[in-house]
């Protein structure tokens, strides 16, 4: 009689839970839900990167600049007529000037007058851009940089000056070079 009571108990419960779902579609699994909100921003992005990419260039054009394009989307001209010696690396302390603009002009930062930055390479927090640019340059090299938005302050900006998504360029010297084990 107790196992009739079980399977009766039981069988119930199966169809309790089975009821109703008689031609009805199975509910997707949640992956496939946030897919296209996923595909969606993806395809923003796209659109925001190619937006950016014509924005720099039509800065480029409109003054006439000659500037290369390394790998990582950084737009640079060197002026190395006075640098020396080998190009910055890895851990090693840059000391350097700096001013950073807007692409409309709009100047944000610059270094105080006699108070020069310094960077220690691929170990300080800073703009990967920066990272990326200083280490194209020698003591006594000037640069120009155009850093698209993901080399910069990405998303959020800075919380300060620059706002989200903004492409920046950069006027930077380059003062000082020292490996890191001869700081002081």
Same mark, same amino acid.
């Given at each position: 009689?107790?196992?009739?009571?079980?399977?009766?108990?039981?069988?119930?419960?199966?169809?309790?839970?089975?009821?109703?779902?008689?031609?009805?579609?199975?509910?997707?699994?949640?992956?496939?839900?946030?897919?296209?909100?996923?595909?969606?921003?993806?395809?923003?992005?796209? /659109?925001? $990167?190619?937006?950016?990419?014509?924005?720099?260039?039509?800065?480029? #054009?409109?003054?006439? +600049?000659? &500037?290369? *394009?390394?790998?990582?989307?950084?737009?640079?001209?060197?002026?190395?007529?006075?640098?020396?010696?080998?190009?910055?690396?890895?851990?090693?302390?840059?000391?350097?000037?700096?001013?950073? /603009?807007? $692409?409309?002009?709009?100047?944000?930062?610059?270094?105080?007058?006699? #108070?020069?930055?310094? +960077?220690? &390479?691929? *170990?300080?927090?800073?703009?990967?851009?920066?990272?990326?640019?200083?280490?194209?340059?020698?003591?006594?090299?000037?640069?120009?940089?155009?850093?698209?938005?993901?080399?910069?302050?990405?998303?959020?900006?800075?919380?300060?000056?620059?706002?989200?998504?903004?492409?920046?360029?950069?006027?930077?010297?380059? &003062?000082?070079?020292?490996?890191?084990?001869?700081?002081?």
């Amino acid at each position: 009689m107790l196992k009739t009571l079980n399977f009766l108990v039981a069988l119930s419960l199966f169809s309790a839970c089975h009821s109703g779902t008689e031609g009805q579609k199975p509910e997707r699994l949640f992956q496939e839900k946030e897919s296209q909100p996923r595909e969606n921003n993806i395809e923003a992005h796209r /659109s925001f $990167l190619k937006k950016e990419i014509e924005s720099i260039e039509a800065y480029i #054009k409109e003054r006439d +600049l000659e &500037l290369e *394009r390394n790998g990582t989307g950084i737009y640079y001209s060197i002026d190395g007529e006075n640098g020396e010696g080998e190009k910055a690396k890895s851990r090693q302390l840059v000391t350097y000037t700096y001013e950073i /603009s807007m $692409l409309n002009g709009s100047l944000l930062y610059s270094s105080p007058e006699g #108070k020069p930055a310094q +960077l220690l &390479l691929d *170990r300080q927090h800073a703009e990967i851009g920066l990272h990326d640019a200083l280490k194209l340059m020698r003591v006594g090299d000037k640069g120009f940089f155009i850093l698209p938005s993901h080399r910069a302050f990405g998303v959020a900006g800075d919380q300060n000056k620059v706002p989200p998504f903004t492409a920046l360029v950069y006027k930077l010297e380059v &003062l000082e070079i020292e490996n890191q084990n001869q700081q002081k």
